[in-house]
């Protein structure tokens, strides 16, 4: 999120002085850094939690439509960062990745079914197929489909420019061209101590060096805490109004993980599946296909727990260390009315490597232990907040918090988290930089930059399908043919 800032704003005006500040002495290496994360770029293609079915029966498209609009504008960020040689070789950090729901039983297969002719009815989804064929289904994802019993009754959906994103190798990018440009500075082991508002609107942000013990003092007019789980308590430091009451509810990951390329080689998609009852969104099963330098791997989860901490290299205090007397109320509310989620949890925990595994077979029915290892993923710190009917409520999706006059931001939350970048950063550019600082001129340079800024692609499949062939092309997603056909020859080697 931080360097995605970075970037517009570097290329809105390049004579901004501009200093990212990173507690780790090295950039990424939390949440966005490969193994950190599924590196799914979501655009609502595969994942079931973003098309609830409503009691009526009929399946609610709102939040898949707003998710795919919102990763096709970081599409067309990322390619015009691509042209303008400020990022590298696109499959540096992205890779076309065929996206796949895949469901069994009768009653998820109709829902399938409704959800595919829902989303397939519009441009945005109109490539997105259905089948419930087993032949076809073996030929999009062969292990998946081997020796799975022939009376289920089972069915998928594939759109075949999905993608792979090293989100970790996107912000080092990022990072690296924005120091080789005049006035941004780049300081690493850093920890903020504390965020004091000036007399004249702007902000002291204290630091101190985590290898030198040396504290100092930064002073800016705008201040953006993207610190993933970390930004909370930054939140908290700032004492900002509109920051009152909010709280977070650690959820940490797990993934098994496969590197065998007599296996690896069999499988070339990103396969969601439905959530366990009482699981929360993020823990969605899917068997991945994941690229990161260049090669390789498998990955099977999350599989969820609970800890105290806000970040992956964080403290088992975050947590206790966040209450504060404005938000004991939404948190003790949202403890109450979710003892399904912390079942769930409790559940997760307490499994074995076993038990994972036989959860992986839902997705690969012959997988041995012995084929794969478990790999920890980074904190997920789900949104807490006021509520009037309830007191409190647990959100799963990311939030933007500002300051009535602009001068500082916040971002906290999980998924879609970074696939929607770019959005919710211009939406802080928008909002503390044009409206309230007076760049009106900086719209038309997003516009040459995003080439749908301004307009809706949900209401206009012409300037989709522009924006779509531009990005497709420039970013290299278009489906390969011959891998997919590569994979489906190492499926017939590996049943000869």
């Known amino acids: 999120m931080s360097t995605t800032l970075g970037m517009l704003l570097k290329q809105l005006d390049p004579e901004l002085k501009i200093c990212m500040v990173e507690r780790l002495d090295y950039v990424a290496h939390e949440s966005s850094d490969g193994w950190n994360n599924a590196g799914t770029g979501h655009a609502a293609y595969c994942e079931l939690n973003y098309t609830p079915q409503k009691p009526d029966g009929s399946i609610d498209t709102t939040k898949a439509f707003n998710i795919n609009a919102a990763f096709e504008v970081s599409l067309q960020f990322w390619s015009y960062l691509v042209k303008q040689n400020a990022l590298p070789s696109p499959r540096q950090f992205i890779n076309p990745t065929p996206h796949m729901s895949f469901v069994w039983g009768e009653e998820n297969v109709e829902f399938l079914r409704k959800r595919h002719a829902a989303l397939s009815a519009h441009p945005a989804f109109a490539d997105m197929e259905y089948s419930e064929d087993p ?59 504390d965020l004091d508002k000036q007399s004249d609107g702007s902000w002291n942000v ?49 993934w098994l993980v496969c590197k065998k390329p007599e296996i690896v080689e069999r499988h070339l998609a990103k396969v969601y599946g439905k959530a366990p009852i009482g699981a929360p969104p993020m823990s969605v099963p899917h068997l991945d296909t994941r690229i990161i330098d260049g090669q390789r791997a498998l990955l099977f989860g999350p599989f969820a727990g609970f800890t105290t901490k806000f ?27 979710n003892m399904d989620l912390t079942r769930y949890l409790i559940s997760e925990v307490m ?17 041995k232990d012995e084929d794969w290892t478990l790999s920890h993923a980074g904190q997920r710190v789900q949104i807490i907040k006021k509520d009037a009917d309830k007191g409190g409520k647990l959100e799963f999706g990311t939030e ?39 760049h009106s001129d900086w719209t038309a340079r997003i516009k040459e930059m995003i080439p749908s800024y301004g307009e809706s692609l949900n209401d206009n499949p012409e300037l989709l399908k522009r924006v779509r062939a531009y990005t497709l092309s420039t970013l290299q997603l278009q489906e390969q043919k011959e891998t997919l056909a590569q994979v489906q020859q190492a499926d017939t080697r590996q049943s000869a």
């Open 135 to 193: 032949a076809v289904l073996r030929e999009w994802m062969p292990l998946v489909m081997q020796d799975r019993n022939p009376a289920d009754k089972v069915a998928a959906t594939r759109v075949g420019y999905g993608s792979d994103v090293n989100f970790g190798e996107l912000a080092r990018a990022m990072a690296k061209y924005l120091g080789t440009q005049p006035d941004f500075d780049l300081l690493l082991s850093r920890i903020v101590k």
């Open 311 to 337: 970040l992956k290299q964080g403290s088992f205090l975050d947590l206790p260390l966040s209450i504060r007397p404005g938000n004991i109320k939404p948190m003790l509310s949202v403890a109450m009315h």
């Open 206 to 254: 204290v630091l101190k060096n985590t290898e030198t013990g040396a504290s100092e003092t930064i002073n800016s007019k705008f201040v953006f805490l993207g610190a993933g789980g970390g930004a909370l308590p930054l939140l908290q430091k700032s004492g900002i109004e509109e920051g009152a009451g909010y709280g977070g509810f650690p959820v940490s990951g797990q």
């Open 400 to 438: 933007v918090i500002t300051a009535a006059d602009g001068s500082i931001a916040a971002l906290l939350g999980a998924s879609p988290g970074a696939s929607t970048a770019v959005g919710t950063m211009i939406s802080i550019v928008e909002k503390c930089f044009i409206k309230i600082g007076g």
């Open 351 to 367: 499994q074995s490597h076993g038990s994972r595994v036989e959860a992986l077979r839902n997705f690969f029915p012959n997988a």
